[in-house]
């Protein structure tokens, strides 16, 4: 599709058949599937940039909405790490695949060459802003089928994961009515790997260390430390 300003008609009728949903207003489809760089700065037709901006808070209130319907027990700390697990780039990149999106955007002659339609970037945005369309043309339920269709395991995959241990013991501490705070003891190697020493405090308890190639990493190392030496699972 090389150079095309747009997706053809079968190729968006072979795209409706993928999504499982027809669209009263074509245009909407369209829209969500053009780049930028067809536009090539001209201020006729616009690029999927608008509908991606609103298909990223519609993704996220379906999702939202659905884990707190799944998980009554969990509360807002234990349901966050959900979210961002399952609304990221990655996880619209999945998705965007699994629906062949990638095969029907409209990209520029240089966008193609560069292997445009196989970017996770790219493949992403189309994801939210195709969201939106169906948000727009049909309401949140098509919206929400099509989360529901391409996140497919993605929801039970997330929920069966195991917990990270710096949430494990914000709960702990929290439970506790404690002070947790991470001193980053010792910092060594070059600016592009680095290697971190970090201890957990936990008022009343011992400091245990971790460590790793980033704050983040000697954070999870520490917190499960900690969490061993007081017997948590």
């Not at 369209?30 to 930028?36: K, W």
């Not at 020493?197 to 430390?225: L, N, T």
Request: hydrophobic share 40%; aromatic share 6%; net charge negative.
């Amino acid at each position: 599709m090389s150079g095309r300003r747009k997706p053809q008609d079968a190729q968006l009728a072979e795209l409706e058949q993928r999504l499982g949903y027809a669209f009263g207003d074509r245009a909407l489809l369209q829209e969500a599937l053009t780049h930028a760089s067809v536009l090539d700065g001209s201020k006729k037709g616009r690029s999927y940039e608008r509908l991606e901006f609103l298909g990223d808070r519609v993704l996220g209130l379906i999702v939202a909405e659905r884990l707190f319907a799944e998980h009554d027990g969990r509360d807002e700390g234990e349901l966050a790490p959900l979210l961002n697990a399952l609304v990221n780039r990655h996880a619209c990149a999945r998705a965007a695949r699994a629906a062949g999106l990638g095969e029907v955007v409209a990209l520029s002659p240089s966008e193609e060459t560069s292997g445009g339609r196989g970017k996770e970037a790219i493949l992403a945005d189309i994801c939210e802003s195709v969201i939106a369309a169906l948000y727009l043309d049909g309401g949140i339920e098509a919206a929400r089928a099509f989360v529901t269709r391409f996140w497919g395991d993605a929801f039970d995959d997330v929920s069966s994961a195991p917990r990270d241990a710096k949430t494990v013991l914000q709960e702990w501490v929290a439970a506790r009515r404690k002070g947790l705070s991470y001193v980053v003891v010792e910092r060594t190697g070059p600016e592009h790997a680095p290697h971190f020493v970090i201890e957990a405090h936990v008022d009343g308890f011992e400091p245990m260390r971790g460590e790793g190639s980033s704050k983040r990493e000697a954070q999870r190392a520490a917190a499960a430390a900690f969490l061993a030496a007081q017997g948590v699972q």
